[in-house]
C-alpha cells in the first residue's frame, strides 16, 4: 500500500521537528510504503522555517485556510500522486504514530473510513475537560440520531481513508471544526466506517485553539452542520 500521512500545521514552530521524526521513524519499519506531507497553514511563526530547514515535505499555504482547507490540501494532494491510504495526523504532537499501522490494516480489511478513537476503549492517562467530554458525547449522539451509526470520538482528528475517501474529501472538505460533520458524510454515501482504540497524549506546547466562549459557538455550528449534511445527503439519493 501507497500511504500518505497528511500532518496539518499552524504555529507548531515547538511541535512540529518531533511530529515528523515520529513519521520518519515509522517509516523505517513499515511494510508498507509510508509518505507524509507537512501541509504549513500560513503560520505565522517559524513552523515553515524548521521545515526547510530540515528538508521535511511541506506545502505552504500563503494564508490561513483554517484546519479543512489544510486537510484538503492534503487529500488533493494524495488524489494526485495516487495514494490509496490517507491518514490525518496532528502536527501538535497529541496522536501516537504506533497506532497509524492499525488505521492501514484496518482498511486492508475492507474498511473504507477508520477513526482513532479515544473512547471505544480508553487507552489514554490523558483526558479532555470535562466539558469537552461532555460536547463530545452530545456530537456522538446526534450523529446516532441522524445517521443510526454510533460514532463515540466524533472530533477525533486522526483517521484513515482510502481512495474512495480521498476522492471525496479532496472535491469537498468542511472548512470549520470539520471532523464530525465529514464523518456524517461518509456514513450517508453508505461507506464502511470503523473506529479503532488508539492513545492520545497531552499537547507539550501550545495551546488549543478552541477556547470556552468559543466551545459554545463550536457547538452551535457544529450542530447544525451535521444536521444540514444529514438531511442534503439523504435527499441527494
Known amino acids: 500500500m501507497k500511504v500518505l500521512i497528511i500532518i496539518p500545521a499552524y504555529n507548531e514552530a515547538l511541535n512540529i521537528e518531533k511530529t515528523v521524526r515520529k513519521i520518519k521513524n515509522i517509516q523505517k519499519s513499515s511494510e508498507d510504503i509510508i509518505d507524509y506531507v507537512v501541509i504549513n497553514d500560513g503560520s505565522t511563526d517559524d513552523t515553515l522555517e524548521i521545515c526547510r530547514k530540515n528538508n521535511f515535505k511541506v506545502i505552504p499555504l500563503i494564508e490561513n485556510l483554517g484546519i479543512g482547507g489544510a486537510v484538503q490540501t492534503g487529500y488533493k494532494y494524495a488524489l494526485i500522486h495516487n495514494y490509496d491510504i490517507a491518514i490525518q495526523f496532528d502536527g501538535d504532537g497529541q496522536h501516537d504514530e504506533k497506532y497509524i499501522k492499525n488505521i492501514i490494516e484496518e482498511i486492508k480489511t475492507g474498511n473504507d473510513f477508520v477513526i482513532g478513537s479515544r473512547f471505544v476503549k480508553k487507552l489514554s492517562k490523558f483526558t479532555s475537560t470535562g466539558t469537552r467530554r ?51 458524510c461518509i456514513i450517508k454515501k453508505k461507506l464502511k466506517v470503523k473506529e479503532i482504540p488508539v ?24 450542530s447544525i452542520a451535521i444536521i444540514v449534511t444529514s438531511i442534503w445527503k439523504r435527499g441527494k439519493k
Request: aromatic fraction near 14%.
Open 134 to 184: 461532555l460536547g463530545i458525547k452530545f456530537l456522538s449522539f446526534l450523529i446516532k440520531l441522524c445517521t443510526k451509526k454510533k460514532i463515540y470520538d466524533p472530533t477525533s482528528g486522526f483517521r484513515g481513508g482510502n481512495r474512495e475517501v480521498i476522492k471525496i474529501f479532496s472535491k469537498h472538505y468542511p472548512v470549520e471544526y470539520p471532523e464530525p460533520e465529514s464523518t456524517v
Open 199 to 222: 492513545e492520545m497524549h497531552e499537547r507539550e506546547f501550545g495551546t488549543s485553539s478552541i477556547k470556552p466562549l468559543k466551545s459554545i459557538y463550536y457547538m452551535f455550528s457544529v
